[in-house]
């Protein structure tokens, strides 16, 4: 099959997160898969920089408002196959930031007109044009519009971000009037892109099938709730795979041991490094428990814990605490730090390396209730053997299911946002790390399952047959 992604970012290039990680791990699947891929970015200053590319001889010619601008194609290859195709406009793309500049509104309209008139001038045609979130979201609208026999399909990331801009920037679309409607880019008074494209595509895909019912609520559709419930039939819950090549605690350089599912010995000691590194005592043997915290996200889920903190200190465990705090949780840490100094850690920083650490040494990890659509920090946790603790909320852990007596389950889950309950789920956890051979057990069917980009790649191409 034949498909051109569309995407503004592609790690390693240029990324600022997940969006640009998923894109260049799924076009390397997809081409392993035996599938053509080709990948369609904007020729931004940091793939300059890191990107030996070559001039096609291309240039398109692409309205944006009352202009006509030009654009000159460049082309370059992955190490693992897939085909880049680099829009170059200096005036737009040789920027030092992505975004975050009052013209985004015309850079990524242009760049979605180049992405549809580069699409149509391919031979043989894709079968398919894969849509990366609000940047390109408008390729499905201009590919409606034209009548372009080929279908479009749109992947959804962060929810939060839609390509909001003023009423007047529709302008520079170029479309008729009606698509400044409901039924298309208008979104209180204002153009929204992503709408446009959640609302013109083929298909739909996000994180997982919970999600994509979360999403179709007011809690997490960020607005655009109507809209995707008005395409539920589309909508396609997809896990990304994790990225293998950077965690595996099979052969991860940042740890003091490796270790298997097989083979957990490694395990142990990477937490008694763990716990060395942290001024913690090893003894006595009880579980660590590790806690991301960012402030931004996390702060109801610090809320939780900082009211228990005396209590799970006096029982066989320690606690590690990474990152920054609101001023709100100053006393009860300094508090946990002065009266349980063996037992419990608070570091103000992370490094890339302590991250791995803790990811290895730590027992169970506490992980915020804010909505992590992908699920990656719990498929993370899980690979290295280190069982999630969250707070049950739809669509934002697909990954964890609850531990119960019959031995199901990969993860602690509460129910409600009191500390109690937070409270009964880490006890309860601690009850079950009592019993070796069954702790032992979970962790292994934890590190056993990881979803991977092979399997993100073999769904949605399914999505592809369905749609071409």
């Known amino acids: 099959m034949k498909i051109v992604m569309a995407s503004s970012e592609m790690a390693p290039m240029a990324a600022t997160g997940r969006l640009g990680e998923a894109v260049s791990l799924l076009a390397d699947a997809l081409v392993a898969a035996g599938h053509e891929v080709s990948v369609v970015l904007p020729y931004h200053r940091a793939i300059r920089e890191h990107c030996n590319a070559r001039n096609s001889g291309f240039q398109l010619t692409l ?62 045609a894709p079968d398919v044009l894969h849509l990366h979130d609000w940047q390109t979201a408008l390729a499905a609208v201009l590919v409606k519009e034209t009548g372009l026999p080929f279908r479009c399909v749109l992947s959804l990331y962060d929810l939060a971000n839609q390509g909001n801009f003023p009423a007047g920037d529709f302008a520079l679309t170029q479309l008729p009037g009606h698509y400044f409607s409901s039924e298309a880019l208008e979104f209180h008074g204002r ?13 739909l895909v996000t994180a997982s099938a919970r999600y994509a019912a979360a999403i179709q609520t007011p809690a997490h559709g960020h607005g655009l709730e109507g809209a995707l419930r008005s395409r539920a039939s589309l909508l396609h819950g997809i896990p990304p795979g994790l990225d293998r090549t950077q965690w595996n605690p099979v052969d991860d350089v940042r740890l003091a041991a490796s270790y298997s599912a097989d083979d957990l010995s490694g395990k142990r000691t990477c937490r008694d490094h763990l716990l060395r590194e942290l001024g913690l005592k090893p003894h006595p043997p009880g579980p660590t428990i590790a806690f991301f915290h960012v402030p ?18 006096i029982e066989d465990l320690r ?10 949780h100053e006393r009860d840490l300094l508090v946990a730090a002065r009266q349980f100094p063996g037992k419990f850690a608070y570091r103000a920083g992370l490094s890339d390396t302590l991250r791995h650490e803790i990811m290895a040494g730590a027992d169970l990890l506490l ?19 280190t069982l999630p603790v969250v707070r049950a909320a739809e669509g934002l852990h697909p990954v964890v299911t609850d531990f119960d007596p019959a031995g199901f389950g990969n993860g602690f889950v509460y129910h409600r946002d009191e500390p109690e309950a937070l409270h009964d789920a880490l006890l309860r956890a601690l009850r079950l790390y009592r ?15 990881p979803s991977t980009w092979a399997d993100t790649a073999r769904r949605l191409a399914r999505v592809y047959g369905d749609v071409k």
């Open 63 to 124: 309205p944006v408002g009352d202009q006509r601008l030009q654009a000159v194609v460049y082309e370059a290859e992955t190490a693992g196959g897939v085909q880049l195709f680099l829009i170059s406009r200096e005036d737009y793309f040789d920027r030092d930031a992505l975004y975050g500049s009052d013209d985004d509104a015309a850079r990524y309209i242009f760049f979605s007109r180049a992405v549809v008139e580069l699409a149509r001038h391919l031979a043989p």
């Open 191 to 203: 153009l929204n892109l992503l709408k446009g494209g959640i609302l013109t595509a083929d298909a």
């Open 296 to 313: 931004a996200t996390s702060g109801q889920t610090l809320d939780l814990l900082t009211p228990i903190l005396d209590r799970l200190l």
């Open 319 to 328: 606690v590690v605490l990474v990152g920054e705090h609101a001023p709100r």
């Open 367 to 385: 992980l915020s209730s804010h909505p992590d659509p992908a699920g990656e920090t719990s498929q993370i946790a899980l690979a290295y053997g």
């Open 435 to 449: 019993e070796t051979s069954r702790w032992q057990a979970v962790v292994h069917r934890a590190m056993s399952a």
